[in-house]
């Protein structure tokens, strides 16, 4: 996967090459849902987001909910012009636990 990550906005950007009925690796999931709330990534940088882009929606949404619920952006498109993927996805812990 190709990665950029924005200086000025302290963000990670990443471009995925999954097909639309591939999940996002979970131990990479886990790596960066950590370094999103350490607010640091692995090399030390400082980072506020990390957001993934999808070449297209259907991979996307296939993705949002396990991306979603780890802080990470979902995008749709390429690193120069991503779009943000229309999601209607909300997590209230409480309630998503049955708590």
């Known amino acids: 996967m190709t990665q950029r990550y924005d ?5 990670l950007w990443i471009l995925s090459t999954l097909d639309s009925d591939s999940l996002f690796p979970s131990d990479e999931l886990k ?3 950590a370094q999103v709330r350490s607010g640091k990534l692995s090399d030390g ?4 987001a990390v957001n993934v882009v999808f070449s297209d929606s259907g991979t996307a949404e296939y993705n949002e909910s ?3 619920f ?3 952006g979902v995008y749709v498109g390429s690193l120069d012009k991503p779009t943000v993927f229309a999601s209607t996805l909300e997590f209230k ?3 998503d636990f049955g708590v």
Not at 7 to 11: D, H, M, V
């Open 7 to 11: 200086e000025k906005k302290q963000t």
């Open 31 to 33: 790596d960066l849902s």
């Open 45 to 48: 940088r400082e980072v506020k």
């Open 66 to 68: 396990a991306l979603g």
């Open 70 to 72: 780890s802080k990470i």
């Open 93 to 95: 812990t409480r309630e």
